[in-house]
């Protein structure tokens, strides 16, 4: 079960989504929209669980509230990809959970257009790479992670996520890993993904990973399916 944040970069449209799936990592999109992958994802509020949504809501006045406490939230917190705090997830969580419970759109699919076409920065997620897995993949000292980015192109039905690297090897250089999928609408809220391609350039990156790269893989791979729950 997992979920991400997404957040536009300024060259890409703005707009604000959170969503939970199965098969991938999902993502909360601040200011994009937010798929859940794997399950769902949600935040944690800045007031105990038993008392949301309604003391939740005197806190936070409005939805652009919630929005900027949320990133307050994931202030140093690197996507959440390496571990956190129980409390500081349960915290996101929390703030997650209440910006969906005020979604403007109920039915986002017939408006994937105007909510989701774009690319989106993450900016939190609840897949993790921990322990061994971490080592394996380089990604302790050697290997440092860059900008996880999803470009979503409605009209052809695709979507690519984008996961950038830097390594140090006798230079410092960087590259990415590209997972192609393409999608199709299952419910007003949900869509079925399909992976189609992933590659790794440059060749130098891939001879890196070439040993581990099914593990790369399954931990990025979005095949599954995906709900907006807040675009």
Known sequence: MAATVLFPPAQCHRATATTSGQGA?????????????????????????????????AVYGTAGDVKAALYGALEGANRGIFGMTSAKRSEIHGLVELLESSNPTPEPTAKLQDKVDGCWKLIYTTISILGKKRTKLGLRDFISLGDFLQI?????????????????????????????????????????????????????????????????LDIFNPEGWLEITYP
Do not use: W
Request: proline content about 7%.
């Open 152 to 216: 979503i192109d409605v009209k052809e039905e695709k979507a690519a996520n984008v996961i950038e690297f830097s390594a140090r090897a006798f230079k410092i250089f960087s590259g990415k890993l590209t997972i192609e999928a393409s999608y199709t609408v299952a419910s007003q809220t949900r869509v079925d993904i399909k992976l189609q391609s992933s590659t790794i350039t440059p060749e130098q990156l891939m001879n890196i990973f070439q040993k581990n790269y099914d593990m790369l």
């Open 25 to 57: 990592p999902s993502h909360c999109a601040l200011l994009p929209p937010r798929h859940r992958r794997r399950g769902s994802v949600t935040a944690a509020a800045a007031v105990p669980p038993e008392q949301a949504p309604a003391a939740a809501a």
